[in-house]
């Protein structure tokens, strides 16, 4: 059997693509989508990627949305001060024992993101 080698990419529909684009790029360091070959697409560093479907009637995140990103972060303490310097509200920070570190935040279409700073 093939397995995939890793998560290519995640697409989703925007009210403002372009705007929302330029928030990812701002405050979470994402390359835009190449749209030739002189633009540099986002590359990851290489580590964990959890890949889990939850319950219809989690509570988790919230009911409205179908997904919630999950992205991995040197130092979530550095990267909430970023964000909170922005203005962008950050809530449910937590800490799970040989897991990590995380802390929740909203794009500016709500969509719920998990920032994780793994357990080292």
Request: cysteine-free; proline content about 7%; aromatic content about 12%.
């Amino acid at each position: 059997m093939q397995d995939v080698q890793g998560f290519g990419g995640f697409f989703f529909r925007a009210k403002d693509p372009e705007g929302l684009t330029k928030w990812y790029q701002d405050h979470l360091g994402i390359n835009p989508a190449p749209r030739d070959m002189e633009m540099a697409p986002w590359v990851t560093e290489s580590g964990v990627t959890v890949f889990a479907p939850f319950a219809a009637d989690t509570d988790y995140f919230a009911a409205e949305k179908t997904f919630m990103l999950n992205f991995r972060v040197a130092d979530l303490d550095a990267m909430v001060a970023q964000l909170t310097s922005a203005d962008i509200e950050v809530s449910h920070e937590s800490e799970m024992e040989g897991v990590g570190r995380f802390a929740r935040i909203h794009d500016p279409e709500g969509n719920p993101i998990e920032l994780w700073e793994p357990a080292s």
